[in-house]
């Protein structure tokens, strides 16, 4: 009678113990997942989940504002989360937004990357915590405090929660698989800002940073990659800003290299911005400062080949491979002229046959979705903006059918008329 009793609780036993196991197995094949390869190279900063997914893209950029998601005290909306010996605050109401962007296009099998950043919050307590205190002068975002030990503790965690939340365990918020370090960290002025500061200390701050990010994600994905974020500048500086603001990429990278190496290597990529010569003229065909040769005072659409060639260094050596390239962010302007609209697109089907070219690179993220109101001018969507709006979509230009078309059987017929344009008699002589 005794062990007709007992036997219920055997049986639920061995179901708990069972169950437990799977969701074990089934944490861990989701961990040793490899980095996805994407059918295409196709990608957008999304501002229309819908519309970026009907593009047929294979990409997405994301921002991420950090310092939205930390929260100093409890409210409704918070979400407790553990990560080593400390319990930390997250705004679930951002949390929740963000979800709405990345779950749809992780089910539609396209790979999402985070770009990092850190928004100054008016929030003294906060941004003390969040933007690194010597971050100083007028900046659109900070660089992460990589100083403090609170700082760094913190920035851990909040990348902990990202990459816990977004690691596959939970189907309902989506997956992210790339993460992008700050902004273009070698014009730090405006985009990454740590005050006046020697390019040795800066690749040094920014060296934590992406490390910390990069064991923070590999404790959820252990091929979940990580992302420096440079901008079109190589071996020049970016014009009128301090050589203690502002450093050549080329000098950077090296650097930045050279210290992880210092540390203990550990596997970084590269998230490159080609943007043209001049951010207002869409004939990156005719860059002046894009060079063909490893001293290019620019790496723009014109001479990517640069950059991958640059890689393949032995001192920026991964495994004894060259680290991957992404262009995680760049556009080309439309001109209000007749020809405007013409011009973008002529460009675009330029960078397309390019990045198409070279094997070392993954993605082309297109910037942007949507035109915006607070981008000094420049008109980069593959949409307008509604007159007297910020951001709000109006119309599609002749780039959106272009851009649609890329990476499908249709592409030849609809990127022929920009032959003539860029002054090509076919596709074949660009990679000369």
Same mark, same amino acid.
């Given at each position: 009678m005794h062990v007709l009793d007992r036997t219920p609780a055997i049986v639920l036993s061995a179901l708990m113990l069972l169950s437990l196991q799977s969701a074990m197995t089934m944490a861990d094949e989701l961990k040793s997942q490899p980095f996805p390869q994407a059918p295409g190279k196709k990608g957008l900063q999304v501002q229309m989940v819908d519309d970026a997914i009907a593009l047929g893209i294979h990409h997405a950029?994301? #921002?991420? #504002?950090? @310092?939205?998601?930390?929260?100093?005290q409890p409210s409704d909306n918070t979400i407790r989360f553990q990560h080593r010996d400390r319990e930390w605050l997250i705004n679930g109401d951002y949390a929740k937004s963000l979800d709405r962007q990345i779950q749809p296009l992780s089910e539609a099998n396209i790979v999402v990357y985070a770009i990092l950043l850190a928004y100054p919050s008016r929030d003294p307590a906060r941004d003390a915590i969040m933007l690194h205190p010597k971050a100083s002068g007028e900046f659109t975002i900070a660089g992460f405090n990589t100083a403090s030990e609170e700082g760094l503790r913190t920035y851990r965690a909040i990348i902990a929660f990202l990459a816990e939340r977004y690691s596959g365990h939970h189907p309902e918020s989506g997956r992210i698989r790339g993460w992008i370090v700050g902004n273009e960290v070698n014009s730090q002025k405006i985009w990454y800002n740590l005050g006046q500061m020697p390019m040795v200390?800066?690749?040094?701050?920014?060296e934590k940073a992406v490390r910390a990010t990069h064991d923070s994600v590999r404790e959820y994905s252990d091929h979940g990659r990580c992302y420096l974020s440079f901008d079109h500048f190589w071996t020049a500086r970016m014009p009128g800003v301090s050589d203690q603001e502002s450093y050549p990429t080329r000098d950077f990278l090296n650097e930045f290299a050279r210290v992880a190496r210092e540390r203990g290597d550990f596997e970084w990529h590269v998230a490159h911005? !080609?943007? !043209?010569?001049?951010?207002? #003229? !869409?004939? @990156?065909w005719l860059d002046k400062q894009a060079t063909r040769t490893p001293d290019s005072p620019h790496i723009t659409f014109k001479n990517l080949e640069v950059l991958c060639e640059s890689l393949q260094s032995a001192e920026l050596l991964w495994q004894e491979k060259p680290r991957r390239i992404i262009l995680s962010e760049q556009g080309l302007h439309c001109l209000q002229t007749e020809d405007g609209e013409t011009l973008q697109a002529a460009g675009f089907a330029y960078v397309w046959e390019k990045v198409a070219r070279q094997s070392g690179i993954d993605a082309l993220i297109w910037h942007r979705h949507v035109d915006h109101a607070h981008e000094g001018g420049l008109r980069l969507g593959l949409w307008t903006n509604k007159p007297g709006t910020v951001?709000?979509?109006d119309r599609p230009r002749h780039l959106y059918e272009l851009f649609r078309k890329a990476d499908t059987p249709a592409?030849?017929?609809a990127a022929a008329f920009a032959l003539p344009v860029v002054g090509l008699k076919q596709w074949s002589a660009i990679e000369k």
């Amino acid at each position: 009678m005794h062990v007709l009793d007992r036997t219920p609780a055997i049986v639920l036993s061995a179901l708990m113990l069972l169950s437990l196991q799977s969701a074990m197995t089934m944490a861990d094949e989701l961990k040793s997942q490899p980095f996805p390869q994407a059918p295409g190279k196709k990608g957008l900063q999304v501002q229309m989940v819908d519309d970026a997914i009907a593009l047929g893209i294979h990409h997405a950029g994301i #921002n991420i #504002n950090l @310092t939205a998601l930390l929260q100093l005290q409890p409210s409704d909306n918070t979400i407790r989360f553990q990560h080593r010996d400390r319990e930390w605050l997250i705004n679930g109401d951002y949390a929740k937004s963000l979800d709405r962007q990345i779950q749809p296009l992780s089910e539609a099998n396209i790979v999402v990357y985070a770009i990092l950043l850190a928004y100054p919050s008016r929030d003294p307590a906060r941004d003390a915590i969040m933007l690194h205190p010597k971050a100083s002068g007028e900046f659109t975002i900070a660089g992460f405090n990589t100083a403090s030990e609170e700082g760094l503790r913190t920035y851990r965690a909040i990348i902990a929660f990202l990459a816990e939340r977004y690691s596959g365990h939970h189907p309902e918020s989506g997956r992210i698989r790339g993460w992008i370090v700050g902004n273009e960290v070698n014009s730090q002025k405006i985009w990454y800002n740590l005050g006046q500061m020697p390019m040795v200390e800066a690749a040094s701050e920014y060296e934590k940073a992406v490390r910390a990010t990069h064991d923070s994600v590999r404790e959820y994905s252990d091929h979940g990659r990580c992302y420096l974020s440079f901008d079109h500048f190589w071996t020049a500086r970016m014009p009128g800003v301090s050589d203690q603001e502002s450093y050549p990429t080329r000098d950077f990278l090296n650097e930045f290299a050279r210290v992880a190496r210092e540390r203990g290597d550990f596997e970084w990529h590269v998230a490159h911005h !080609p943007y !043209p010569d001049d951010l207002g #003229n !869409p004939r @990156t065909w005719l860059d002046k400062q894009a060079t063909r040769t490893p001293d290019s005072p620019h790496i723009t659409f014109k001479n990517l080949e640069v950059l991958c060639e640059s890689l393949q260094s032995a001192e920026l050596l991964w495994q004894e491979k060259p680290r991957r390239i992404i262009l995680s962010e760049q556009g080309l302007h439309c001109l209000q002229t007749e020809d405007g609209e013409t011009l973008q697109a002529a460009g675009f089907a330029y960078v397309w046959e390019k990045v198409a070219r070279q094997s070392g690179i993954d993605a082309l993220i297109w910037h942007r979705h949507v035109d915006h109101a607070h981008e000094g001018g420049l008109r980069l969507g593959l949409w307008t903006n509604k007159p007297g709006t910020v951001s709000e979509p109006d119309r599609p230009r002749h780039l959106y059918e272009l851009f649609r078309k890329a990476d499908t059987p249709a592409w030849p017929e609809a990127a022929a008329f920009a032959l003539p344009v860029v002054g090509l008699k076919q596709w074949s002589a660009i990679e000369k």
